[in-house]
């Protein structure tokens, strides 16, 4: 007598490209990927969307990045760092480049920063606009961040001082 055993084995078959030889191993792969992604995506990176032209040629407009949060655990934000900043809200971020750092003195005189004194070299400012600031000291907890394109009015610009607490994370790219 002969059996039909086409509908079991292509069971057996799907099961196994599924989950492969060992169900068990798989789905421990599975859940370490799941476990993984939600402390990465949770806790370390956290998505940020860039809206607006303060930070261009360095950021497009509504361009995709990744905030590290872990960037700062081992080391404090250091000049030269695009960081998101958080403003108002746990949603609401800025992101911009840090180019003062706690103490120092800062002004800036026809578009060129000048810290303690020392104008600052900025080679991601492609364009300086005329903006003048009168000199002001940062507090101990305190950085300057200001966004790459300069060549828009001082006005239109949202920049200024942050404190510690409110850099989240280092933009990764």
Same mark, same amino acid.
């Given at each position: 007598?002969? !059996?039909?055993?086409?509908?079991?084995? &292509?069971?057996?078959?799907?099961?196994?490209?599924?989950?492969?030889?060992? &169900?068990? +191993?798989?789905?421990?792969?599975?859940?370490?990927? +799941?476990?993984?992604?939600?402390?990465?995506?949770?806790?370390?990176?956290?998505?940020?969307?860039?809206?607006?032209?303060?930070?261009?040629? !360095?950021?497009?407009?509504?361009?995709?990045?990744? =905030?590290?949060?872990? =960037?700062?655990?081992?080391?404090? @934000? =250091?000049?030269?760092?695009?960081? =998101?900043?958080?403003?108002?809200?746990?949603?609401?971020?800025?992101?911009?480049?840090?180019?003062?750092? @706690?103490?120092?003195?800062?002004?800036?005189?026809?578009?060129?920063?000048?810290?303690?004194?020392?104008?600052? +070299?900025? @080679?991601?400012? &492609?364009?300086?606009?005329?903006?003048?600031? @009168?000199?002001?000291?940062?507090?101990?907890? $305190?950085?300057?961040?200001?966004?790459?394109?300069? &060549?828009?009015?001082?006005?239109?610009?949202?920049?200024?001082?942050?404190?510690? $607490?409110?850099?989240?994370?280092?933009?990764?790219?």
């Amino acid at each position: 007598r002969l !059996t039909d055993t086409s509908s079991v084995d &292509a069971g057996v078959g799907i099961n196994r490209l599924f989950f492969g030889s060992d &169900a068990r +191993v798989t789905l421990v792969r599975v859940a370490t990927l +799941v476990v993984t992604a939600v402390v990465v995506f949770g806790y370390v990176l956290l998505p940020v969307r860039l809206r607006g032209i303060s930070m261009l040629p !360095t950021y497009n407009d509504g361009a995709l990045n990744f =905030a590290n949060r872990a =960037a700062f655990w081992v080391r404090e @934000p =250091a000049r030269g760092d695009v960081v =998101a900043i958080r403003m108002a809200g746990p949603r609401v971020l800025y992101v911009k480049r840090i180019v003062g750092l @706690p103490r120092e003195r800062i002004e800036i005189a026809m578009g060129v920063v000048i810290v303690d004194g020392v104008p600052l +070299v900025e @080679p991601t400012v &492609a364009y300086k606009a005329p903006w003048n600031l @009168p000199a002001f000291t940062l507090g101990d907890d $305190e950085y300057l961040a200001i966004g790459d394109n300069r &060549a828009m009015a001082m006005e239109n610009h949202d920049f200024g001082r942050a404190t510690r $607490e409110r850099i989240v994370g280092k933009i990764l790219f």
